[in-house]
C-alpha cells in the first residue's frame, strides 16, 4: 500500500514540475510572439522609409541634373521621356 502511495506522490511531483515548465514555456512563447510582431512591425515601417528615402534622392539625382550639372544628363534625360511616355498614358486612359 505505501508502494502505491510513494508512486501517486512522485507522479504528483513531476505532473506538478510538468506544469510549471509548461506555465514557462507558454510565457515565454506569448513573450516571443509579441517581440516578433514588434519586430516585424519595425522592419515594415524601416523598409517603408527606405523607399521614400530612395524616391527623395532619385528626385534629388534628377533635379540636380536638370540644375544644369554635367553628371548624369543621359539619366535626366531618360527619366524626363519616361514621365512623360507615362503621363501619355494618362491622357490615354482619361480620353477612353
Not at 539619366?75 to 511616355?85: F, M
Amino acid at each position: 500500500m505505501s508502494k502505491i502511495i510513494e508512486v501517486t506522490n512522485l507522479l504528483e511531483d513531476k505532473l506538478e514540475t510538468l506544469l510549471e515548465a509548461y506555465t514557462f514555456l507558454k510565457e515565454e512563447n506569448d513573450f516571443l510572439h509579441h517581440k516578433l510582431v514588434d519586430l516585424e512591425t519595425k522592419l515594415s515601417k524601416s523598409k517603408e522609409q527606405l523607399i521614400e528615402k530612395e524616391e527623395s534622392y532619385q528626385l534629388l539625382k534628377v533635379a540636380k541634373t536638370i540644375e544644369g550639372s554635367n553628371e548624369s544628363t543621359r539619366e535626366t534625360k531618360l527619366k524626363i521621356n519616361a514621365l512623360i511616355r507615362d503621363i501619355d498614358k494618362c491622357i490615354v486612359q482619361l480620353s477612353e
